[in-house]
């Protein structure tokens, strides 16, 4: 069965500096796709980074970047130079490829502090 | 273009009442995805409705429900409302079914009394 892991419940970091924000899935499925979503307080969720099972380089998205290990079945966001708007919650999210719905992580919340 | 729009905003209900949550899709988006969201469970998938069709469901009851126009609205029902309901509900749309990024509306919050 398909399982989204994100071991950091709350994580902080300095403005400024890069973080790296843990994912780690299971799938049987050859086929899938892997997201990143930032929620801020006001409940949007913000589309940040997808990766395709079959990308042979990782994704970028401006100072997003998605750190794919595939044989690790591992999808870490890594944010270069923290702003204090990155401040929100974080979920990691896969959908399969024969599948029709995408199932979420529990979230990480990252406090960048000034 | 406009993101995807969700109506009401914000919602209270008693128990035992029904309501309808409406989503609008990116324009050119055909697939419609439903999630509710609460403190205790995360964000759970409801539906995946896709050209009018349901595609997939989630485990929640028969009292959820769903369905999407012809020109990819979406609608979602909760009869016989209960305290548990009282969440978050999103709609994403994504321009095709299978591995594109989705996007999110601002939410419908349900509070259920």
């Known amino acids: 069965a398909q399982k989204i892991t994100q071991t950091q419940p709350g994580m902080f970091v300095q403005e400024k500096e890069a973080v790296t924000l843990d994912c780690t899935y299971d799938?049987?499925?050859?086929?899938?796709?892997l997201f990143w979503y930032k929620q801020p307080s006001s409940g949007e969720m913000i589309f940040l980074i997808y990766?395709?099972?079959?990308?042979?380089q990782n994704a970028t998205e401006g100072r997003y970047s998605l750190n794919f290990q595939k044989a690790r079945k591992s999808a870490n966001l890594v944010i270069s130079a923290s702003q204090l708007g990155d401040s929100a919650m974080y979920f990691c999210?896969?959908?399969?490829?024969?599948?029709?719905?995408?199932?979420f992580g529990a979230g990480t919340r990252l406090f960048v502090k000034a | 273009k406009a993101g995807v729009t969700q109506t009401p905003r914000y919602l209270i209900k008693t128990r035992g009442q029904q309501v309808t949550l409406s989503c609008s899709p990116i324009?050119?988006?055909?697939?419609v995805s439903w999630y509710q969201q609460t403190p205790g469970q995360g964000l759970q998938f409801l539906f995946e409705?896709?050209?009018?069709?349901?595609?997939n469901k989630g485990n929640f009851p028969g009292r959820f429900s769903g369905r999407q126009f012809s020109n990819s609205r979406s609608e979602m029902n909760v009869s016989t409302l209960e305290l548990g309901d009282s969440a978050l509900y999103l709609c994403?749309?994504?321009?095709?079914?299978?591995?594109?990024?989705?996007?999110f509306g601002p939410g419908t919050r349900l509070t259920v009394t």
């Open positions: 409705y896709f050209s009018e069709t349901q595609r």
């Open positions: 799938t049987s499925d050859q086929s899938y796709g």
């Open positions: 994403a749309s994504r321009e095709a079914s299978g591995n594109y990024e989705q996007y």
């Open positions: 999210a896969m959908r399969e490829g024969r599948g029709f719905k995408t199932i």
């Open positions: 324009s050119g988006h055909r697939s």
């Open positions: 990766q395709g099972s079959y990308d042979e």
